[in-house]
Structures are given as C-alpha cells and as structure tokens.
C-alpha cells in the first residue's frame, strides 16, 4: 500500500495529470540495447515528485497543485502559458530531479 500512495502522479487528478503533462521535461531512457524510449507523463513526474517518503511526496505534490492553482494552470492563463517544463524540474528542499545518467541537478536558490 506504501508504494499507491508514495506515487506522485496518482496523487493528482485527471485534470491536473492534463494540465501539467505537456510542461514535464521527460528524457529518453533506455529499453535495451542501444534502444530508448522517451519517457512517459507519469514516469517524468515521479521521477521529479516523488520523495523519500509518502509524506516528503505529498508536500511536493501540493507544492506543485498550488502552483499550478497559482499561475491559473486551470484556466491556461497567460502566465501559465509562460511555463516551461524547466520551471517545473524542482519544486522545493526535497528536489531530486536527475538528469539522464542519474545524477542529481542542482538546485538554484
């Protein structure tokens, strides 16, 4: 049950999950081989959200509901046009946004 609620895309509803989709920078990871395969919404987002615990994930998810809330993400207001998938790579101290060979970005204060 402990993994259900650790996953941050599952704790968005079906609009939100809408709203912020296209805003994720999603990487292509590998499938085997030399293949790889862009990453899907859900993959991006838990990749970005999800934190050490349920409760780090839960802060991290609200973070992101208010600012979706805040910039009128609802809505498509002109300032929630102005979001780029780079304003969404961390949202907060728990950050662990990686890059593609897994190591963790840096975070700008």
Known sequence: MESMVNNAWDQLTKEEQEIVAPKLNR???PTGGSQT??????Q???RMFTGQNAE???ALV????NFIDGAGGHSNS???QQVGANSLQ????GCNATDNNGNLRKQQL
Do not use: D, Y
Request: hydrophobic residues 35%; contains cysteine; aromatic residues 12%.
């Open 62 to 65: 609200t973070g992101l509901k």
């Open 37 to 42: 395969t862009t990453e899907t919404p859900e």
């Open 90 to 93: 961390c949202s907060g101290a």
């Open 27 to 29: 990487f292509e990871v």
């Open 56 to 58: 780090e994930t839960a």
């Open 44 to 46: 991006a987002f838990n």
């Open 78 to 80: 002109e300032v929630w």
